[in-house]
């Protein structure tokens, strides 16, 4: 298109441009408020901060569309053209509903039923149809988990179908820890317990423990003792990672063998 063409279009709809441009400046304004708005409801309420996080961000996302829908219809007005018979026709009804608005409609009400069920806060570490991470942003449409590797994954939320909370409930680290047979299972366990009783106190996330329960397990070549530890919720994986070695040190400083693998060769007499 020559310049001279456009030119003299935005000369002819100088005011349509006008108004444009404003919408999308109010559109980008209103936005900005918004999200500064509820940010700071947010952080005046630190005693529920997780919940209300995940309330504001499911309204923005609501309120976004609202305008998104307000402002695509104020742009029809601006530049003339009526929506409304094309609202009305039946055919244009089933065309959208063809092109995914069950989908959508499904995802939406999903987002507000996972929010209003509060099946997971932002913030919680979640299992999502297999994929496990932080939840950072519910929206009506979608939800957003990103994992300890930084992977981001989008679901709709019509598509999720199971959901696993690890941020409800205090949780449990399990630690399992093999001896030599020969060694004495009472003694070692009296060792454990009285090393490992002020391990809490470098560790304030410990709720409970740690508990040394005793033999799980007698196979050929060991003995497999069992530890649990009880932390606030999804806060076991660092404690599991220091309590093996703690208690890796104790077996070291007092002398108790870890069983390995042996290799025993015959040699056969071959002498007449």
């Known amino acids: 298109m020559p310049f001279s063409d456009i030119k003299d279009f935005f000369i002819e709809n100088l005011t349509r ?131 300890w590797k930084g992977e981001l994954k989008i679901f709709a939320n019509g598509q999720i179908n199971t959901v696993l909370n690890y941020s409800r409930f205090p949780s449990v680290g399990v630690v399992e820890v093999e001896i030599a047979l020969k060694e004495n299972v009472e003694e070692v366990i009296k060792i454990l317990r009285e090393a490992l009783e002020s391990f809490h106190e470098n560790y304030p996330e410990i709720i409970e423990g740690p508990n040394v329960l005793g033999v799980t397990k007698l196979e050929n070549n060991g003995i497999t003792l069992r530890v649990t530890v009880k932390t606030e919720p999804a806060q076991h994986y660092a404690v599991e990672r220091a309590l093996r070695k703690r208690i890796k040190e104790i077996l070291d400083i007092n002398g108790i063998e870890i069983p390995h693998n042996q290799v025993v060769i015959h040699n056969a007499d071959n002498s007449n």
């Open 17 to 147: 441009v006008i108004y444009t441009a404003v919408v999308i400046g109010l559109v980008i304004i209103f936005l900005i408020v918004l999200k500064v708005v509820m940010g700071n409801i947010v952080k005046r309420n630190k005693k529920n901060i997780k919940r209300i996080a995940t309330i504001s961000k499911l309204v923005q996302s609501m309120i976004r569309y609202i305008v998104y829908i307000i402002a695509i219809i104020s742009f029809l007005g601006i530049w003339g053209i009526n929506i409304m018979p094309l609202v009305a026709g039946a055919g244009i009804a089933g065309l959208i509903i063809g092109l995914g608005a069950q989908d959508l409609i499904k995802d939406f009400l999903g987002g507000i039923n996972i929010v209003f069920e509060n099946f997971f806060d932002v913030g919680d570490l979640v299992e999502i149809n297999g994929f496990t991470g932080n939840v950072t942003e519910i929206g009506l449409k979608t939800t957003r988990l990103l994992n």
